[in-house]
């Protein structure tokens, strides 16, 4: 299986990993999980556990672009394993934004956010560019 596949796979992870940090904050600032209503409860976070929810969202929004960009290039039919190495990059990224983010180091988080949309950027052109030729 291609390497893009596993970290497409990962990335769907990614959410529910980080909704599970976010959990532990709402256990841990309210006491309980409000189950009847957890977005309600989600924005009264504040911290850490805000964080924790901001940067779930933005898991979702980059899973959006990344699986597009893996799904351009499977329907061009472009060696996946040439994607290897940005994909992996990516996800690096991914992983150390979210970090960031719960660290609240904003300048390192939108710069790892920059660079990873960079990747996906990257990854559409050199698809684009191999299926034009």
Known sequence: MPV??????????MPIAVAWIGG?????????????????QQS???????????????????????????????????????????????LVLRVLYVAF???NLSTLRSLTYGLGLLCCIYMFGVTAMATMA
């Open 24 to 40: 532990y904050y709402r256990k841990r600032q309210f006491g309980h999980f409000d189950n009847q209503h957890p977005r309600l």
């Open 44 to 90: 009264q976070l504040t911290g850490i556990g805000a964080r924790a929810v901001a940067a779930q969202a933005n898991c979702w929004e980059s899973l959006q672009v990344f699986t597009v960009v893996v799904l351009i290039a499977i329907g061009a039919g472009f060696d996946l394993a040439r994607l290897e190495v940005v994909s992996l990059v990516f």
């Open 4 to 13: 893009i596949l596993s970290v497409l796979f990962i990335m769907a992870l």
């Open 101 to 103: 983010y719960l660290a």
